[in-house]
């Protein structure tokens, strides 16, 4: 059950968070900004091994892995489990999910990669509003409404 | 085909209307290019958003210009660049020998005072596709011979 979505821009600056469920209140809104930025230390560290193993001499399939734009299971803490996914032009995508989910089965990594692929689509059409700026928050209600659903339906 | 003519037809259109504008604001003999430059980098900085999204994470810099002169290329003239050249060192040349938007007008020297007004769009669409891959650079043009069309970029570390 994917309880929060955030979209960080290229300078760590949040661009989008959004949540649903028993986080949708204000009250969580800063409970929800700790857990995104939680896992950005884990999600820097991804990305830099990534360039480290360019140059260096690792095998060739890791590389091929750390290619991917999936980072998968970042960070994970008692309630909360956090996936990270960062476009080619550094943006970061991060989803959380409850560790303890009602249904009681366990996410499925695929669940969550193709969600992320999702929101990355989403978030491509929304950048791609001729009135947003770079860099700017995204408040796009339409967005909104798209993020809210994927987290519902899919996850 | 239809939807290249009306890209091309609207790019000569926001040409000439900057032009007006600034002949309007004032009665200097040099043309303003920039906002032409900046409409530009706003495209590519949006269209690299699209582009880049089923592609994996670009190794380096030298990576990251191959995208530029194929899939970037294809993807906005229906052409590769035909010729890269760098020196290793934040210097990249890009060569188009048929510059889609030079083709129409002549093959020598005929118009060739004019030629810099219709690359300024595209060295900020360059500019644009780099600055969101985070790579800041200065990219300029030359045309020296009239289809064929230079584009220099210099990347700028900091």
């Given at each position: 059950?994917?309880?929060?979505?955030?979209?960080?821009?290229?300078?760590?600056?949040?661009?989008?968070?959004?949540?649903?469920?028993?986080?949708?209140?204000?009250?969580?809104?800063?409970?929800?900004?700790?857990?995104?930025?939680?896992?950005?230390?884990?999600?820097e560290?991804?990305?830099?091994?990534?360039?480290?193993?360019?140059?260096?001499?690792?095998?060739?399939?890791?590389?091929?892995?750390?290619?991917?734009l999936?980072?998968?299971?970042?960070?994970?803490?008692?309630?909360?489990?956090?996936?990270?996914?960062?476009?080619?032009?550094r943006?970061?995508?991060?989803?959380?999910?409850?560790?303890i989910?009602?249904?009681?089965?366990?996410?499925?990594?695929?669940?969550?990669?193709?969600?992320?692929?999702?929101?990355h689509?989403?978030?491509?059409?929304?950048?791609?509003?001729?009135f947003?700026?770079?860099?700017?928050?995204?408040?796009?209600?339409?967005?909104?409404?798209?993020?809210?659903?994927?987290?519902?339906?899919?996850? | 085909?239809?939807?290249?003519?009306?890209?091309?037809?609207?790019?000569?259109?926001?040409i000439?209307?900057?032009?007006?504008?600034?002949?309007?604001?004032?009665?200097?003999?040099?043309?303003?290019?920039?906002?032409?430059?900046?409409?530009?980098?706003?495209?590519?900085?949006?269209?690299?958003?699209?582009?880049?999204?089923?592609?994996?994470?670009?190794?380096?810099?030298?990576?990251?210009?191959?995208?530029?002169?194929?899939?970037?290329?294809?993807?906005?003239?229906?052409?590769?660049?035909?010729?890269?050249?760098?020196?290793?060192?934040?210097?990249?040349?890009?060569?188009?020998?048929?510059?889609?938007?030079?083709?129409?007008?002549?093959?020598?020297?005929?118009?060739?005072?004019?030629?810099?007004?219709?690359?300024?769009?595209?060295?900020?669409?360059?500019r644009?596709?780099?600055?969101?891959?985070?790579?800041?650079?200065?990219?300029?043009?030359?045309?020296?011979?009239?289809p064929?069309?230079?584009?220099?970029?210099?990347?700028?570390r900091?």
């Open positions: 059950m994917a309880v929060c979505v955030a979209v960080i821009g290229k300078d760590n600056s949040p661009l989008y968070i959004g949540g649903i469920g028993n986080d949708t209140n204000t009250d969580n809104e800063l409970s929800r900004q700790w857990l995104v930025h939680t896992a950005l230390d884990a999600l560290e991804r990305l830099a091994t990534t360039n480290t193993n360019t140059t260096g001499t690792n095998t060739n399939a890791a590389r091929t892995d750390l290619r991917d999936y980072l998968g299971l970042l960070y994970s803490t008692d309630t909360h489990k956090i996936y990270g996914y960062v476009t080619n032009t943006v970061k995508l991060v989803l959380v999910t409850s560790s989910s009602p249904s009681g089965s366990n996410i499925r990594d695929a669940e969550v990669r193709t969600a992320l692929r999702r929101l689509a989403l978030y491509a059409d929304a950048i791609c509003n001729p947003h700026l770079p860099g700017d928050q995204i408040t796009s209600p339409k967005f909104d409404k798209q993020v809210k659903s994927l987290m519902l339906n899919n996850v | 085909m239809a939807d290249d003519i009306l890209f091309e037809l609207l790019h000569s259109e926001i000439n209307y900057s032009l007006e504008q600034s002949k309007d604001s004032n009665e200097k003999k040099e043309t303003d290019l920039s906002v032409v430059e900046y409409i530009g980098f706003a495209a590519g900085y949006k269209i690299m958003e699209r582009l880049t999204r089923e592609w994996p994470r670009f190794k380096d810099e030298l990576d990251t210009m191959k995208f530029i002169c194929t899939d970037f290329w294809t993807c906005i003239y229906k052409k590769q660049i035909d010729n890269l050249r760098t020196n290793h060192q934040g210097v990249y040349v890009l060569q188009d020998n048929a510059f889609r938007f030079l083709t129409n007008f002549s093959n020598g020297h005929q118009y060739l005072e004019y030629a810099p007004r219709y690359v300024a769009y595209t060295c900020g669409l360059i644009g596709g780099l600055a969101n891959l985070c790579i800041n650079s200065v990219v300029t043009a030359e045309v020296q011979n009239m064929s069309c230079k584009f220099h970029i210099h990347v700028q900091t």
